[in-house]
């Protein structure tokens, strides 16, 4: 089986198993990312990239948490959201950023995110990479980055 063939055939999977559209409208209200941890993760990026507004691809967006407190924190952020349902909601809950043009809402997928190489100066996936085949995501988050730029796994963890 081919790269093209299990990246394929993993989305069927995911978008069968991980279906979240019943679930979608109660992401808004789970506990949010500690605000700590970006704090000092868009400092990071900041520094690194040495511009004040860097250009963030945030794969697996769902309904904008971790795109919102990126958007706060000055990022130009592309929100990667395959979920018809969850992107919706994620759309609605920006719709200030989307109209100053600080965020944009993309349908696909992880792993085959239709953006342009070389673009991002991060990539993040908050609470999403567990959903994607790890390899193929990695893959096209290197893909995305311009040089120097770096990638972040953050999970919120519930009832601690």
């Given at each position: 089986?081919n790269?093209?063939?299990?990246d394929?055939?993993?989305q069927k999977?995911v ?6 559209t ?10 949010n990312?500690?605000p ?5 993760l868009?400092?990071?990026?900041k520094q ?5 507004t ?7 967006a769902g ?5 919102i407190?990126?958007?706060e924190?000055?990022?130009?952020v592309v929100?990667v959201e395959?979920?018809d349902a ?5 759309i609605?809950?920006?719709?200030e950023?989307v ?10 997928s992880?792993v085959?995110?239709t953006l342009?190489?070389g673009?991002f100066d991060w990539v993040?996936?908050g ?9 193929s995501?990695l893959?096209e988050?290197h ?10 796994l953050?999970?919120?963890?519930i009832?601690?």
């Amino acid at each position: 089986m081919n790269t093209s063939t299990q990246d394929s055939t993993q989305q069927k999977i995911v978008e069968k198993v991980w279906d979240y559209t019943k679930h979608a409208k109660f992401y808004e209200y789970r506990p949010n990312y500690a605000p700590a941890s970006i704090d000092m993760l868009t400092f990071l990026v900041k520094q690194s990239s040495n511009t004040a507004t860097p250009k963030v691809a945030d794969i697996g967006a769902g309904t904008g948490n971790l795109s919102i407190m990126l958007l706060e924190r000055g990022c130009n952020v592309v929100a990667v959201e395959p979920n018809d349902a969850m992107r919706a909601i994620g759309i609605d809950r920006t719709k200030e950023w989307v109209q100053k043009e600080q965020i944009e809402w993309v349908r696909a997928s992880g792993v085959d995110s239709t953006l342009a190489s070389g673009e991002f100066d991060w990539v993040t996936f908050g609470s999403s990479f567990n959903v994607m085949d790890r390899h193929s995501a990695l893959i096209e988050a290197h893909r995305l980055l311009r040089g120097g730029g770096g990638y972040s796994l953050v999970c919120g963890i519930i009832g601690i």
